[in-house]
């Protein structure tokens, strides 16, 4: 709480009190009326100031105004009844009031609550940097560190800058970046982003970005600028505010003219006039469209928040209400689905153990730089032995031959084989690289290399068609026969295969024409090459955007890590965060009508007025509260 | 040229009457006011000064909703 907020309190319980101890007090007339003025002064004043000024400033449309019209409208009915031998009624008037003024405490608290709530989930800015200077180490701003500076982190610092470490190795915490919860190993010669706390041991660290440019700033800019571009939803709202306040002014006055004019004139009885603008004033105090204009842009922004915790980064609740209409995904392949680097992926007809194999393939191949090399020697696990290979021969367009333990050893492809007149066999599955190997001439069997489908890439697809996607689509330049394994693997419903980048813009464009209906497309890439794709999309999914500017800059929605299963995370909660916001405004709305209806035909008071303003406001706040809690993860600790 | 400024505002509603006012101003050329995060991205004419333009966004928005604040 501020200050602001503890001093609404003080005046809150204050009022309460006084209103309290006026009823036991045995006043009457005038009296009394000036007592009843001191608690509705006390929580009402600055409403009052509030809706003068609005006058003033030819802005009168607003809820003070309205809130003062009421309670000024009850206190005079009680005057005049009071005038007239009754017993006037002031305790509503002043209830009215210092219940709007416990909706507004209430509404600015939990608004700051949450505020804080999601400022601290993305709570990545690094505070200073620590670089050598003559006088041993020092701290400094951020934004003072040229690119090229030496700095250090120790343990449980966070990284301020992104960078290479040139001395230390250990672990990084990587959760408020991507929402991993295993720690990143890194070592000597690693890249590193800001925003990762170090774990383990000092690392020192060769800064390539100046700190505007870094990860972290990037990141931070997206998400504080997010909720900017406002959606649909919350323009309808700014909308509907604009019209519905002063109708529901129009109507009140309706209310409090017309029935009882009709009564004199046209049935030629009394006109009740107290009735009927005690009736009119209550309308008034309905009215306020507060829940509506308070809880529609905080679901959103909590909606941004619980998904920015989960690595998903949206650049507006725009983009959060097209994705929760998506209902074809299209895939880019490689990097996407797969894993886009070679790996090895089956050992055939090996007599030999298969490891045995894959060490001798990773020795002969040690010299080699080509990618398919490296796999091999990634895929054996330790640094090839170099003292046990000689007379290394590379046959272009064939492959290796090499002495290896005194034996000849032949890798590579058919035509090798056939060289050194081993017996090769063919491999069936024929959608990737294959490498056959030879000892002495005689065949020992072959390796299968390719691009390795991601653990979690079949989950996605089935988890997207769980949250209603209709229509998975997978793009890539491979052969046919390659992307068509990858997609039974996956049941994706459609490929499209040898394609140029050119190509997926037209495929997209294709299916987005095609389209029937209202349903949403979403492109997920990884960002290379694909941005004329994201943005062609009606949601452009970047994958993986530690580092890739790129990716960034074109996508609406930037996932932190490569794992696919956000883009199923990002749909549920683009869902959850949409449901939220129409179940409130359809509460807000509907208890409204029925309340406004209630008062004009007199069947409820003023009491019942206030919950409809204040209850309806408070509920529809904890329900946008809802939005920041993803059930997908666990909560983070309190 | 772009400028970011915190601000003081309790309301949504009032946070968009911000942004309306500040749009209307003379050297203001668009403006965005973030109730959530509290902050407010003013985007001057060529030429303009931020210095001399501010304190004008300022009084026209106190003229819209008096319970406002901008940290200049």
New interface residues.
């Given amino acids: 709480m501020n200050k602001k907020q503890k001093k609404t309190l003080l005046r809150i319980i204050c009022s309460a009190v006084l209103l309290i101890l006026l009823r036991f007090l045995p006043v009457t007339g005038i009296i009394r009326f000036f007592l009843y003025m001191i608690p509705y002064l006390l929580i009402g004043y600055d409403v009052l100031?509030?809706a003068f000024?609005?006058i003033k400033?030819r802005?009168p449309m607003?809820e003070s105004l309205l809130m003062c019209v009421a309670t000024m409208g009850a206190i005079i009915l009680g005057l005049y009844e009071d005038g007239t031998g009754g017993r006037g009624d002031y305790v509503e008037a002043v209830a009215v009031m210092l219940f709007y003024q416990i909706g507004?405490w209430f509404?600015?608290v939990a608004v700051g609550k949450s505020?804080r709530n999601?400022?601290e989930l993305m709570d990545i800015r690094p505070d200073y940097a620590n670089i050598e200077t003559e006088n041993g180490i020092e701290q400094v701003d951020p934004d003072e560190v040229e690119t090229g500076t030496i700095i250090y982190v120790k343990p449980g610092e966070k990284i301020p800058i992104d960078g290479i470490v040139i001395s230390g190795s250990g672990s990084l915490d990587t959760a408020a970046l991507t929402g991993e919860s295993l720690p990143r190993n890194i070592s000597e010669g690693d890249e590193v982003i800001s925003g990762c706390i170090n774990l383990t041991t000092p690392l020192r660290i060769r800064t390539t970005k100046e700190f505007g440019e870094s990860t972290v700033s990037k990141i931070l800019d997206l998400v504080?600028?997010a909720?900017?571009r406002k959606s649909k939803s919350e323009n309808f709202i700014?909308r509907f505010?604009r019209v519905y306040t002063p109708a529901v002014v129009f109507s009140a006055l309706a209310l409090a003219l017309l029935p009882p004019l009709f009564r004199i004139c046209a049935m030629g009885l009394a006109p009740m006039w107290g009735s009927y603008i005690y009736r009119a004033l209550s309308f008034l105090v309905i009215s306020c469209?507060?829940a509506l204009?308070?809880s529609i842009?905080?679901t959103f922004?909590a909606g941004i928040g619980g998904a920015s915790h989960a690595g998903i980064l949206i650049k507006g609740s725009n983009y959060l209400e097209t994705l929760s209409e998506v209902d074809t995904v299209v895939f880019d392949k490689t990097g996407t689905l797969t894993k886009g680097s070679f790996e090895v992926d089956g050992v055939h007809h090996s007599p030999i153990e298969e490891s045995a194999l894959i060490e001798i393939a990773a020795l002969a191949e040690s010299a080699s730089t080509h990618p398919i090399s490296q796999s091999l020697i990634k895929a054996y696990g330790a640094k090839p032995d170099r003292s046990r290979v000689t007379d290394i021969e590379e046959i272009a367009g064939q492959g290796i031959k090499a002495r290896i333990d005194g034996k000849d050893i032949a890798v590579g492809n058919t035509k090798l084989m056939k060289a050194v007149g081993a017996f090769y066999i063919e491999c069936p599955d024929d959608t990737g690289t294959i490498i056959h190997v030879s000892e002495d001439g005689k065949y020992m069997g072959h390796i299968v290399i390719s691009d390795i489908v991601k653990p979690n890439s079949g989950e996605a697809i089935s988890r997207l068609k769980a949250y209603g996607v209709q229509k998975t689509v997978m793009l890539t330049g491979d052969a046919s026969k390659i992307a068509d394994k990858v997609a039974s693997e996956l049941h994706v419903d459609e490929v499209h295969s040898e394609l140029l980048p050119a190509d997926k813009v037209s495929i997209v464009d294709r299916l987005i024409t095609e389209h029937q209906g209202k349903g949403k497309l979403a492109f997920v890439g990884d960002g290379i090459n694909d941005a004329p794709v994201l943005s062609r999309a009606d949601i452009g999914i970047a994958m993986g955007a530690m580092g890739s500017d790129a990716a960034i800059e074109a996508a609406d929605i930037v996932l932190m890590d490569d794992d696919p299963l956000k883009t199923a995370d990002a749909i549920r909660i683009a869902g959850k965060t949409m449901r939220i916001v129409k179940e409130n405004i359809v509460f807000a709305i509907g208890i409204k009508i029925l309340c406004l209806l209630f008062s004009a035909l007199g069947l409820a008071g003023m009491w019942l007025a206030v919950f409809a303003d204040v209850g309806v406001m408070i509920i529809c706040v904890l329900n946008s509260i809802r939005a920041l809690l993803d059930p997908g993860r666990k909560a983070k600790k309190a | 040229m772009k400028k970011s400024y915190k601000i003081d505002v309790d309301c949504a509603n009032c946070a968009a009457k911000m942004e309306e006012a500040t749009k209307k101003t003379e050297g203001v050329k668009d403006a965005v006011v973030n109730f959530m995060t509290l902050k407010m991205n003013v985007e001057f004419e060529d030429g303009a000064d931020p210095k001399e333009v501010m304190p004008r966004v300022l009084s026209n928005c106190k003229k819209v909703e008096d319970d406002c604040e901008i940290f200049l």
């Fill in positions: 100031r509030k000024k609005g400033n802005q607003d507004e509404q600015s505020r999601i400022t504080e600028n909720s900017s700014t505010a469209p507060c204009v308070v842009p905080l922004f």
